[in-house]
């Protein structure tokens, strides 16, 4: 069984661009969570999608947006790129709200120059 | 305030040693607490997860421990190995509603030397 993919694997922006990253979920998982992992620090919660609708989103501004397709996998947008948005964005999928089975992928790197 | 705190916050071992990993946590209520290995640069992986009702459970040498009373747990690493270095992270969900969010520890950073 395929785990969570996530695309690109890295990816170098220039300050005021804009960043998509790109998500898809174990088969079966409706919930989607993104995360920002800024280098040493821990893991600061983005986003949730479940079943197509934003359900949670932490204390980030407005730039920082998403979606989730019908086919359950997810988009993060990060517009008007700053150098501190460089981080590893992590996305992780559950087979439901609360969590179970919740499994991470491996990130993408994002480094804004 | 919902935290969880770990300590310590670094620790180097000699390969073959055993270690123990703190997590305290205020998450209250909560549905359950995870620890999760993470190497450097990749997302994290699971090793355990316990509900409030259970005080242990194993994945091979990892042994993860919960006393639900005093909000504390703790990740038992035995016969260490090269490969264990890494980040640990403990996590806790919260319990009462489906808020999606699980509360992450900033995590500990275990180095294993030959």
């Known amino acids: 069984e395929a785990g969570v993919t996530q695309s690109p694997t890295h990816l170098i922006k220039t300050r005021g661009q804009q960043a998509t990253l790109r998500c898809s979920p174990i088969?079966?998982?409706?919930?989607v969570y993104w995360y920002q992992q800024a280098l040493g620090l821990g893991l600061q919660f983005l986003l949730w999608?479940?079943?197509?609708?934003?359900?949670n989103r932490g204390n980030f501004p407005p730039r920082f947006s998403g979606r989730q397709f019908p086919n359950y996998s997810s988009e993060l947008n990060v517009n008007a790129l700053e150098l501190e948005d460089s981080a590893l964005y992590l996305c992780?999928?559950?087979?439901?709200?609360?969590?179970?089975?919740?499994?991470f992928g491996s990130g993408t790197r994002l480094t804004v120059v | 305030k919902n935290q969880v705190e770990q300590s310590p916050q670094s620790l180097i071992i000699l390969e073959g040693k055993n270690c123990t990993l703190q997590?305290?946590?205020?998450?209250?209520?909560?549905?359950?607490l995870r620890w999760y290995k993470q190497d450097t640069g990749r997302g994290p992986v699971s090793l355990t997860i316990?509900?409030?009702?259970?005080n242990t459970k194993s994945n091979g040498r990892y042994t993860a421990t919960l006393d639900a009373d005093t909000k504390q747990s703790s990740l038992h690493i035995t016969a260490s190995q090269l490969s264990d270095s890494a980040s640990y992270i403990c996590v806790v969900s919260e319990g009462s509603s489906n808020t999606g969010k699980l509360i992450f520890g900033q995590g500990t950073t275990l180095q294993v030397k030959p």
């Open positions: 997590c305290n946590y205020t998450v209250s209520p909560f549905s359950n």
């Open positions: 992780a999928s559950s087979q439901e709200r609360g969590g179970r089975g919740y499994t």
């Open positions: 088969s079966g998982h409706t919930s």
């Open positions: 999608y479940d079943e197509g609708e934003e359900r």
């Open positions: 316990m509900t409030f009702s259970e």
